[in-house]
């Protein structure tokens, strides 16, 4: 089955500057990367998602970009705030059935912005 | 719209006793999922349903049993209850990209269930 890894487990920027995280995939099937934030006892949240057939993808201040050959894919925040900080999961997803797809996450990267 | 509700919010069990965990959508959406989170693991898929009437294995499906009740209500059931199974389970539903663009699974706000 799919094995997703990602890097850091935690992170600290200073508040105005850029935060990285990166994820790395290991079936080759996989096409579509999603990427949520969840807040301390809150639900997860999707803020970004790329599919396969596109390499880059922006939203105001996040990007996710994708390197299909060398199966990883990482999320960029830059001008980070104070209310970025939280546990941001990345996901890699296969067509199960169906409407299905079969998410496999990633194990968390705790962000703290410091003011 | 309510999105994805569940149901209740925590619970307390002793080893052996059984449970069901409720999970309904108002989304319209085909496919409806059960995750569990544990520190420092991320989401696992427990077990999945494409449709109405289907349901499927996802990677930690041992211990657990799901119903389809119908298009907008998605049960978990834990028949004899571990305390390996002590968790945060959360439901979601997705459209699948039927909508158009769309493959976003929406997640409802969890179930902390402790076994003792």
């Known amino acids: 089955g799919e094995n997703v890894e990602q890097h850091p487990s935690t992170l600290s920027v200073q508040e105005g500057d850029s935060a990285v995280i990166k994820c790395t995939y290991s079936?080759?099937?996989?096409?579509?990367f999603p990427w949520y934030k969840q807040e301390l006892g809150k639900r997860p949240q999707l803020i970004i998602d790329?599919?396969?057939?596109?390499g880059e993808k922006k939203d105001q201040r996040i990007a996710v970009t994708l390197n299909k050959t060398a199966k990883h894919f990482s999320l960029h925040i830059t001008e980070t705030q104070p209310e970025d900080s939280a546990v941001y999961f990345c996901?890699?997803?296969?067509?199960?059935?169906?409407?299905?797809?079969?998410?496999?996450f990633g194990s968390g990267t705790q962000l703290t912005v410091l003011p | 719209n309510a999105g994805v509700t569940q149901t209740p919010k925590f619970q307390v069990l002793k080893t052996g006793q059984s449970m069901t965990l409720q999970c309904a959508q108002d989304?319209?959406?085909?496919?409806m999922y059960w995750y569990r989170q544990d520190p420092g693991m991320g989401l696992r898929l427990i077990y999945y349903?494409?449709?109405?009437?289907?349901?499927d294995k996802g990677e930690v499906p041992n211990g657990y049993n799901v119903s389809r009740l119908n298009k907008r209500e998605f049960s978990l059931r834990l028949e004899s209850a571990a305390p390996s199974q002590t968790s945060v389970y959360f439901c979601?539903?997705?459209?699948?990209?039927?909508?158009?663009?769309?493959?976003?699974?929406?997640f409802g706000p969890g179930t902390r269930l402790t076994v003792t």
């Open positions: 996901a890699a997803s296969i067509h199960s059935s169906g409407s299905a797809r079969q998410l496999t």
């Open positions: 079936d080759s099937a996989s096409n579509y």
């Open positions: 790329i599919r396969s057939n596109v």
């Open positions: 989304m319209n959406h085909n496919s």
């Open positions: 349903s494409a449709s109405e009437g289907t349901t």
């Open positions: 979601a539903a997705g459209s699948g990209g039927a909508r158009v663009g769309s493959y976003e699974q929406y």
